[in-house]
């Protein structure tokens, strides 16, 4: 059993690149440091999240956990706010004798600044670009497409939404939209930034109706998909409407 753990913490994106390059860096790390359980997480937009990773350092026996934000530029706002998360976590295994750190910004390292200066000093580093004469300003004519579709849903895969696990809820979301063959055509896709009620996440957004569907899970998820996109009737458990005033998490259990 690994007493000592890592977690390497990035920020995730629209395609596979960042999972890809983050398991780069956790297999360098596996080689270099072989007596620590080394894991990698995402803060937003890519699972797993920050606490899905706590979650397995701490059932594998690690009680030690190293934080490592291996994202550049560093965000204080999301800095202050991923102490909290775990200063949550921590509160939720109290008594568990687990312990975290947090390792500071990438940014602030010497040797960032020094792998840069070396980069931008060698004249014939990078992929050469050619030019391409009489190229238009638009990319494919498929970018200028706006696909028709019956329902625009926005998901919300802010920081807070993917600590709340909206990563696993959109996937399978997504999935039966596939196997029901509404993916794209009756339902069009977007996944954003934070959509601003966070406490109330997973958040995500149903047009042309502006229904807010919040706390939502992998149930919440198929219903939704079998009675407002297969049937046209809001899910009303999970459904909220915009106010003024702090709303609660639905409960569809009482
Ligand atoms: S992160 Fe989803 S609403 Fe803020």
Same mark, same amino acid.
């Given at each position: 059993m690994k007493r000592h753990a890592v977690v390497l913490l990035g920020r995730g994106g629209y395609s596979d690149a960042p999972k890809v390059q983050l398991a780069g860096l956790v297999k360098r790390l596996e080689c270099t440091i072989t007596d620590n359980l080394i894991l990698g997480a995402f803060v937003?937009?890519?699972?797993?999240s920050l606490p899905q990773a706590l979650d397995e350092c701490a059932e594998s026996g690690a009680r030690r956990i190293l934080v490592v934000p &291996? %994202? &550049? !530029? @560093?965000?204080r706002n999301l800095g202050a706010w991923i102490l909290k998360l775990i200063k949550r976590w921590m509160a939720n295994h109290a008594g568990e004798d687990v312990h975290v750190s947090v390792s500071r910004p *990438?940014?602030?390292?010497?040797a960032i600044a020094e792998a840069v200066v070396q980069i931008a000093s060698d004249p014939v580093s990078g992929d050469h670009v050619s030019q391409v004469v #009489?190229?238009?300003?638009?990319?494919? !004519?498929?970018?200028?497409v706006i696909p028709p579709h019956k329902y625009h849903l926005l998901q919300c895969r802010g920081p807070r939404c993917t600590a709340r696990g909206s990563g696993d809820t959109w996937d399978h979301l997504n999935g039966r939209l596939q196997d029901e063959g509404m993916?794209?055509?009756?339902v069009l896709v977007a996944q954003t930034g934070c *959509? %601003?009620?966070?406490? *109330? #996440?997973?958040v995500m957004v149903v047009y042309p109706e502006g229904v807010w569907y919040c706390g939502m899970d992998r149930s919440a998820a198929d219903r939704v998909v079998d009675e407002?996109?297969?049937?046209?009737? &809001?899910?009303? @458990?999970y459904a909220r409407t915009p106010a003024p005033q702090a709303q609660r998490m639905p409960d569809p259990s009482s």
């Open positions: 937003d937009q890519a699972t797993p &291996v %994202y &550049v !530029p @560093d965000d *990438l940014g602030d390292h010497e #009489g190229l238009s300003d638009n990319g494919e !004519p498929g970018w200028s993916l794209d055509k009756d *959509l %601003y009620p966070c406490n *109330l #996440g997973p407002h996109f297969g049937k046209g009737q &809001v899910v009303s @458990d």
